[in-house]
């Protein structure tokens, strides 16, 4: 049986790893923004309306966090020839480096609160991690949400 002090450790070092190296948690921007490029980043370019149905949000909501980025550099807007009420929004140059950097500096955080293991405890915590990872992906397939 699952102990309330592991399942507090283990949020903790979730909240702890969130609070460190997300963007939206150091004030870089709203949560809005950081998950619209991560989006981006993931699927590609994407027209406002796609971008706000994923996001579950407005359009007018997608649109201002668009224009925001675009004036920050991170992302392109462009009106499509065949249709002037299709925008597609992509990533930037700009914009992939910044969701890059976010994976890096959570990597990197990662690396040092595992440094203190040596190589047989962080052997074993990988066995660990693994065998949940494994239970939670056959659960997610069976549709097992508690």
Sequence with gaps: MTTDRLVDDVLALYHLIRRTSHPIHRGEMTPEQYWLLRLL????????????????VT???????????????LVTRERQSDDERMVRVALTDE??????????Q??????????????????????????????????QEVGVTQ
Excluded: M, Y
């Excluded at 359009?59 to 920050?72: D, Q, W």
């Excluded at 914009?95 to 890096?104: H, I, K, L, Y």
């Excluded at 047989?120 to 056959?138: K, N, R």
């Design 106 to 139: 959570r990597r990197k955080l990662l690396t040092r609160l595992l440094a203190p293991l040596d190589q047989h405890e962080q052997d074993a915590l990988q066995q660990l991690l693994e065998c949940i990872l494994e239970t939670a992906e056959v659960s």
């Design 41 to 56: 980043c993931r699927r590609g370019a994407l027209s406002i309306g796609e971008l706000a149905e994923a996001l579950g």
């Design 95 to 104: 914009g992939n480096a910044r969701v890059e950097s976010w994976q890096q």
């Design 59 to 73: 359009g007018s909501s997608v649109t201002t966090a668009c224009k925001r980025l675009e004036k920050a550099g």
